[in-house]
């Protein structure tokens, strides 16, 4: 911003960023889709668009113009609950004003319209001429184009064929079954431990807190790894799901007890262990044990016996790798222990986009496609398309009416990542519990106090919060804290650190993604607010949960002796 740049900022609240933007829209969560192509549509029918680079690079521009004709910023407003005029706005200034990047995080992931979101801005981005540009979106890849992240393992040697037909929603979703992902389906996983259809008799953790922080309906998480045999955990400390779930837990080794590679997007950076505590291993060693074991012919044939093997092993199967891992480990990367690989612009000018090495992008028709040949060839709309979330005013009309507030959950603060650190002192001294953000007007309708505890309840079950009431978030929406537990506090069981009591997962749903499988509405689900009191306070969640079976093991959601906790009030 200081060297020149502006920021458009589309989101339900008003944040550090929105604050200086020279666009903010706040829209109801889970509505982004909408607004998107409504912003296509302005660019598209002023004609703000690239004409060369649309004619030379993207694909299906008609297509998407018809179906982008129909989300006037009129319709858009009216769905997602702000103003024509600032979409109209937003979708100018990204037109006329230069180059233009799209950030983006979780946000969309967490929404069940979340790939249409995605592809509606990225359509955008396209029209405009806004990628691979000189401060536009470039395509990531990782540095060297190693293959570690976010694809759970290697491509060589790890999984048989035999073994990936095994693999969990590869025949439910067809986007897994053409390897668009390397994970098992978390949904189909899911009703395979509870019905034990196919066995499910191990489960192996490294660092997460699944009941805790990813698992949606927090709840039926903790009742489905229950089910498992055998669980191990990997991790620094005690957390929820070890003390309520875990068999045998492996002490981890901390940043500096630990040989390692950082390629996450980049530089490519070697991290040199420079101490061991007792017993702790690193991820790399405890992969390397079991590899060996499970394994072994694999790993002896590429000669991994050790941590260090296994690293380098890593960066020489990276077709353009600079060093050696032991290069970067000694720091002769020109003195350093990272490098910082050399990243063009226009590469779909060149062929450094595609496999082949011929220009375009690595795509069936070589062109940004606006209209996606893979999605309509696996028989998956191929166009962005509109969808309401599973619950909402729109959708869902007679539940809004008992659950009159849309809820984005995920909250984000700079005290925790997640559901750590709320150990650390010095954190929970600026952030000692979880809140919940109600605008004023709402607070007051609903009798809520500032920094008062109040329960956040939905048709699954319900978690309390303090109250943050703040101007911030736009009337009818509510945003709340997640991955909340109280190391404090007592870790037997029902107690479990406090893991549901403050569990915002509580209210959130499993099972139920689109159709491509990615994107669920954790960001966008109703609920209802109502003060905490002695008497609909009398059995906490932990208990609802652990020792009655969960909220759904009852007609309305919960114990007979808690039903209808907001009339309670």
Request: some cysteine.
């Amino acid at each position: 911003m200081k060297r020149g740049s502006q920021l458009v900022v589309i989101d339900p609240m008003i944040n550090w960023m929105s604050a200086k933007a020279a666009v903010q829209i706040q829209i109801r969560p889970g509505t982004d889709a909408a607004v998107a192509m409504a912003m296509n549509h302005v660019i598209m029918e002023e004609d703000l668009y690239d004409h060369d680079f649309v004619e030379k690079w993207c694909y299906g521009f008609d297509e998407w113009r018809e179906r982008c004709s129909e989300w006037t910023p009129e319709k858009a407003a009216e769905v997602a609950w702000c103003d024509a005029d600032d979409i109209r706005k937003a979708a100018r200034f990204i037109a006329t004003n230069g180059a233009c990047a799209a950030p983006f995080g979780v946000s969309n992931d967490q929404k069940r319209n979340g790939v249409a979101a995605y592809q509606s801005i990225f359509n955008m981005l396209a029209i405009t001429g806004n990628y691979e540009n000189p401060g536009g979106n470039t395509i990531a890849y990782d540095p060297w184009g190693t293959v570690m992240s976010y694809v759970a393992g290697w491509d060589e040697g790890v999984l048989t064929p035999e073994m990936k037909a095994k693999r969990l929603g590869d025949k439910e979703f067809p986007l897994h079954s053409v390897g668009f992902s390397a994970l098992g389906q978390p949904d189909i996983l899911l009703k395979a431990l509870e019905t034990n259809n196919p066995p499910m008799r191990m489960s192996f953790c490294m660092g997460t807190n699944p009941f805790v922080n990813m698992a949606p309906d927090a709840s039926r998480a903790y009742h489905a790894l229950m089910n498992v045999d055998f669980a191990i955990a990997c991790d620094y400390r005690m957390t929820p799901y070890i003390a309520g779930c875990v068999d045998l837990v492996l002490p981890i080794a901390m940043n500096w007890e630990r040989n390692t590679l950082r390629c996450w997007f980049t530089p490519m950076r070697a991290n040199r262990k420079i101490s061991t505590y007792y017993e702790a291993k690193s991820d790399e060693e405890i992969v390397v044990l079991l590899g060996n074991k499970m394994n072994p012919e694999f790993f002896q044939s590429k000669g991994i016996s050790t941590d260090m093997d296994m690293l380098e092993y890593i960066v020489q199967q990276a077709p353009n790798h600079t060093w050696s891992f032991q290069d970067l480990y000694d720091g002769k990367a020109d003195g350093k222990n990272y490098d910082w690989p050399d990243r063009p612009y226009y590469q779909y000018k060149t062929g450094g986009l595609r496999p082949d090495g011929q220009p375009g992008f690595a795509t069936a028709t070589g062109r940004i496609e606006l209209w996606c040949t893979m999605f309509s060839n696996l028989g998956l709309e191929p166009m962005p398309k509109y969808e309401e979330p599973a619950e909402s005013p729109v959708s869902t009309p007679e539940l809004f009416e008992k659950f009159p507030l849309v809820l984005t959950t995920g909250a984000r603060n700079f005290e925790f990542f997640h559901s750590e650190q709320r150990e650390q002192a010095h954190m929970r001294a600026t952030y000692p519990d979880p809140r919940v953000r109600i605008n004023p007007e709402d607070a007051k309708e609903l009798g809520v106090s500032d920094n008062a505890w109040v329960w956040i309840e939905g048709k699954r079950g319900r978690c309390r919060q303090r109250a943050l009431i703040t101007e911030g978030i736009m009337k009818g929406v509510v945003e709340a804290d997640h991955g909340w537990w109280f190391p404090e506090q007592d870790g037997n069981a029902p107690h479990l650190f406090g893991a549901f009591d403050s569990n915002i997962n509580n209210l959130t749903e499993n099972c139920n993604p689109g159709p491509y499988s990615f994107g669920a509405d954790f960001r966008s689900t109703l609920c209802k607010i109502y003060p905490c009191t002695p008497e609909n306070s009398a059995v906490m969640p932990g208990t609802e949960v652990v020792v009655n079976g969960g909220f759904t093991k009852n007609p309305e959601y919960g114990n007979p002796a808690v039903a209808a906790y907001g009339e309670q009030q």
